[in-house]
C-alpha cells in the first residue's frame, strides 16, 4: 500500500518525509508551502496503476498546483499536463513537457491564446462552442496550419460536490450543448484548418461516486458513435479529472479502483484512447500550509482563538468553498482545546477551522494546516499587502526552495506613479 500522507510525527515533531517541518519554518519563515517529491509520485504511480488496464494518457492538471517543480515532478514519470491559459501553458513548457503532451483547454481562449497553443504544437486545444470553433479555425488557417480540436461537451450531469465545483451541467457555462452537436458536426465538415481528434468532459471536481461518471460517460460514448456517424472517428476520449482526495479522515476518499471498475468496462470497447486530467488526486495531499501561532486569545463567552500568521491570502478554500482542512500542532500536544484558528486578513471568512479541537500549542510554536496541495498556493494574492509565500519540496532528507517569498518590491514592481 502505498503511504497516503507522508506527514506523520517522529517522537512528538511533526516532520514531511525525513524532513522536520520545525526545521523549515526556521530555516524558510512562515507562512510556507511544503511539499512531498514522493507523494506526488506515488500518487501519480497509483493512478497509473489503476487505469493500468486501459490504453491512455494522463494530463495533470496544472491549475492544481503549477509550481514549475511540481509540474517537472510530473513530466519527469511521463505524465502530461491539462491548461488552461497561456500563462499555464508557458510554465508547463518552461516546466520541460513538450508541446505535444500539453492539451489547451478553457471556456474563454483569447486569440492570441489561441496562437500560441498552435504555435507550440499541443496534442488538443478542446472547444467549447461554434463561435470558438470558427475563431480557431481562422488563427491556424492565417498561420498555414491545421489545429487538432477535441470537442468538450456538456453532459449535463449534475455532480453531487460543492456547487461552486460542479462544471457538468447545463445550468453552468462549461462545454458545448447536446442541441448544438449537429450544427456542430456539419461546421468541421466544412472548415478546412480544424482536425477532430477527441471529445471531452470534466464533470466537476471532489466527484465521491462513481456513477456521476457512468452518467457523463454513457451520454460521451452516445456522442462518440453519433460523431463515428457522422465520419468522424476520433482518436482520444477525454473524462476529465474530478477523482477525489481524503481532506477529513472521517470522510475518506472512494478509492480509485471503485472508478476503475466502473468505467474499463465502459471506455475499452470504444477503441479510443483514454485521456484523464487528474488535479486534486495527485496534488491534495502533498503539501501542507506552515504557519506560526502569533496570539491565542479568549473571549468573554469562553471562545478561544488562535490567531496565525497565514490566512485566505495563502490558502482561500475554506472562504471559498467552506472546505474542511484538518489543522494540526506541529509539536505533538496530548492536551487540545477547542478553538477557532484565523488569520491576520480583515474579513471574517478568514478562517482555517472553526471550532475544532487542536492541540494546546503555545504561542510561538507551529500550526499545519493539511491537505494544501491542491487550489492552494495557486489561489494566493497579495489582498491586504501580503506577501505570497514561500514554497519548499522535501525528497528523503533533502529540500529545496521552489518559491521564493515575494519581496516588498515585488509587491509594487508594477505600478507606475
Ligand atoms: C479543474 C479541471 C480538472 C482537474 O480537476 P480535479 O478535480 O483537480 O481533478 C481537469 N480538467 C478540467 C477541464 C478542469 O477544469
Redesign the pocket.
Known sequence: MLDRTPFHYDDGALFCEGVALEELAERWGTPLYVTSRHSIEDRYREFEAAFAGLDHFTCY?V??NFNLSVIRTLGDLGCGC?V?SAGELFRALKAGVPGNRIIF?GVGKRPDEISYALENGVLML?VESLSELRSIDRIAGDAGLTAPVAL?INPNVTAETHPY?T?GDSKEKFGIDEAELPEVFTLLGELRHVRLVGL?M?I????FDPEFYVAALTKLLDIHSYSKGRGFAVEYLDI????PATYDPMKPETPLSSFAEKLVPMLKPAGAKVIF?????L?ANASVLLTRILYRKRNHIGKEFFVVDAGLTELIRPALYQSHHEVISVRRHDETVVADVVGPICESSDFFARQRPIGDAPEGELLAVMSAG??GAVMSSNYNGRLRPAEVMVEGSESRLIRRRESFEQLIANEVE
Open positions: 492538471s491549475k492544481a491539462d488552461n483547454a478542446k468538450r465545483i462544471t471531452d470534466h466537476g471536481s471532489q466527484i476529465g479529472g474530478g477523482f486530467e487528474p488535479g486534486r488526486f496534488m491542491a487550489y
